[in-house]
Every structure is written in C-alpha cells, then in structure tokens.
C-alpha cells in the first residue's frame, strides 16, 4: 500500500486580490503561510510520514511545501520541483482582476475562459510584463501563451507518470504540493472525473487530500481531516 497527499498552495497574494495569477510568481500571504503550517501539523497529528516530496517551480507551491515539511519535522525529505506542476497559464488574462474581466467581457465569456474544458483564455501578448519566458527558471523551455485545462492535464500527467508513480510503486508516501488546475489534472486522472465534471470541482487551499493507493491505483480518496 502508498500514499498520496496533494495539496494546493495556500492563498496567495493574487487569490487575496482575485486576480488571474498563472504562471506569474507570486507570494503567499499571512493567511497562506498559516494555512499551510495548519496542514503540516494537520499531517504530523495524523502520523503521516512523507517520504518524499514534488512540487512545482512557483514560490506560492515551493514555500507551502516547505512549510508543511517544516511543520512534520521533515525538511531533509527528498523535493524535486518540476515546471510540469506549475498553475495553468491564463495567457493574456493573467494579472487582471476577475470581477472587472467580467465587467468588460461579460460574465458567460469570462466563464467559459476559466471553467471550460478545452477553450484556453486569449493568448499572453509579445511584450506583456507578465511575459515569463525569458524567466532562467524555464530556459529552454516553449513557454504556452496560454493553456486551457486539458492542455494543463497534457504537461501535467507524464512528469506524474514519470516522477511519482515509480515512488507509489515502491510503496512510499509521496506529497505533491502545488495548484489547483494541475491538481485538477491529477484528481481527473487518479478518480476518472469526466472532462465535463472536472471544470466544477474546487480545491480549497492549503486543505490536504489523501488518496489510498494500490501501487499506482487509487483505492479511496478523502480530506485528511476526514479520513
């Protein structure tokens, strides 16, 4: 038997002002870095003993992850950070703020940007500030202009099916701290979530799931504080 413990990054200076936040860097706030020491002891009190540990090359993800390994007693587990985990990019939407998007554009449009399946939002333009590709942090890498949810689950499951599976396979207990689409990627993948019903499943932040797994197979999944 293994474990699986995902975990979206706790809120983030953009969740705080609902704003577009993608593949830009933002920091956590106080209530995120709260959030996520209550997960760490969350998973301490459970006795939960990670033995390794993934996240993505966003600080919002890597502080969380730090965090709730601090919070274990656990800093000296194995991380890898791989791009692959990182948010879904939302192109030319990213930094605007939600409410005055829907204002502009209507709220049916703004809808099928953020919640549709496959429909990416409009591409990031050449020039914008919020351009990362020249970024060393993802030096050859073919940065998207934008991505919708299934283009996220296209990056995201192979770096899992490369990286973490072999760590189930062998039994461990791995933790993936990262965001919500590329966990939304996952949970589809991992509890066969059709493509219409993935859109509307919300992931609360610095909120641990745990899924029991038969080697690669997930077997149940819960809330920890649930289970």
Known sequence: MSELILVRHGQSAWNLENRFTGWWDVDLTEQGVAEARAAGRLLADKRLLIDTAFTSVQTRAIRTLGLILSGMDSLWVPVVKDWRFN?????????????????????????????????????????????????????????PLAES?????????????????????????????????????????????????????????????????????????????EG
């Open 87 to 143: 948010e879904r990019h939302y192109g030319g939407l990213t930094g605007l703020d939600k409410a005055e998007t829907a204002a502009r554009h209507g709220e049916e449009q703004v809808r099928i940007w953020r919640r549709s399946f496959d429909v990416p939002p409009p591409p990031m333009e050449a020039g914008s500030r919020f351009d990362v590709a020249q970024d060393r942090r993802y030096a050859g890498i073919d940065v």
């Open 149 to 225: 949810l299934k283009d996220t689950i296209a990056r995201v499951l192979p770096a899992y099916t490369a990286l973490v599976e072999p760590e189930l396979a062998a039994g461990k207990t791995v933790l993936i701290a990262a965001h919500g689409n590329s966990l939304r990627a996952l949970i589809k993948h991992l509890s066969g979530i059709s493509d219409a019903d993935i859109v509307d499943l919300e992931i609360p932040t610095g909120r641990p799931i745990l899924y029991r797994m038969d080697g690669v197979k997930a077997l149940s999944r819960a809330y920890v504080d």
